[in-house]
């Protein structure tokens, strides 16, 4: 009697943990979609500035990478979004290690992408 009654709040409790983890994850999914448009926002108004034109389409090719990222993270392929995550971080340190303008913000930008995919 005593493990039926113990079977029954087990199973009750880890019904409640379930749906709370669900609830927990997708707020999560939330913050980080929204991290990817703040990200790829930001990275898209560094183009403006740049002076070389590898620059700029690198940033561009970067901006696209984080939005193609986040599309991922939607449909829940973590492994397409890290990938995507990957080459918009590539992108970034062509940037940076080619002396386009706005350093600190693309440096910025690239670490900030690395601590997304860490998310995932």
């Known amino acids: 009697?005593?493990?039926?009654?113990?079977?029954?709040?087990?199973?009750?409790?880890?019904?409640?943990?379930?749906?709370?983890?669900?609830?927990?994850?997708?707020?999560?999914?939330?913050?980080?979609?929204?991290?990817?448009?703040?990200?790829?926002s930001t990275v898209a108004s560094l183009v403006s500035s740049q002076a070389k034109k590898t620059c700029a389409e690198k940033l561009v090719i970067a901006s696209l990478h984080i939005d193609t990222a986040a599309d991922w993270i939607v449909e829940d392929v973590h492994s397409a979004a890290k990938q995507e995550l990957d080459n918009a971080i590539y992108s970034l340190q062509y940037a940076e290690l080619n002396s386009c303008n706005r350093y600190i913000q693309i440096s910025h930008s690239k670490l900030e992408a690395q601590r997304i995919k860490s998310l995932l």
Request: with cysteine; proline share 0%; charged share 15%.
């Open 1 to 40: 009697m005593i493990n039926m009654k113990l079977k029954a709040t087990l199973i009750a409790c880890l019904s409640v943990l379930t749906l709370s983890s669900y609830a927990n994850s997708s707020e999560n999914k939330e913050v980080i979609l929204q991290q990817c448009h703040d990200l790829a």
